[in-house]
């Protein structure tokens, strides 16, 4: 059973930045190949995708209305992805969830933007405040 749980999020200011994590326990010493997601929520909206990585590849994907503002990393010692948001704006504010599935070698950044996972974070809360 994967197990993920989200952090690192907060209030800020526009032009702030934040660290979101997502720790992923049994995924990283079961399979070699997996991707995850990060998505988010807004009130009254539907999920959106917000960028996908692939493990094992290091394909990235990210949405356009955050690319060049967010960077997917990864800390595999810790087995944890971070979504890194610079230049935040009132409209990211959301709740940011992440999302992890097993996947086949070589799978793109954009194929794990678009996949449809089973297994998610409670998520975090992050306001962005102008």
């Known amino acids: 059973q994967v197990q993920l749980v989200e952090s690192g999020g907060d209030s800020v200011q526009a032009g702030g930045s934040l660290r979101l994590s997502c720790a992923a326990s049994?995924?990283?010493?079961?399979?070699?190949?997996?991707?995850v997601g990060w998505f988010r929520q807004a009130p009254g909206k539907e999920r959106e995708g917000v960028a996908g990585i692939h493990i094992g590849g290091g394909s990235t994907y990210y949405a356009s209305s955050v690319k060049g503002r967010f960077t997917l990393a990864q800390d595999n010692a810790k087995n944890t992805l971070y979504l890194q948001m610079n230049n935040l704006k009132p409209e990211d504010t959301a709740v940011y969830y992440c999302?992890?599935?097993?996947?086949?070698?070589?799978?793109?950044?954009?194929?794990?933007?678009?996949?449809?996972?089973?297994?998610w974070g409670q998520g975090t809360q992050v306001t962005v405040s102008s």
């Open positions: 999302a992890a599935d097993v996947s086949p070698p070589g799978t793109s950044g954009e194929y794990c933007y678009n996949f449809r996972y089973n297994n």
């Open positions: 049994a995924l990283r010493y079961t399979y070699r190949s997996y991707c």
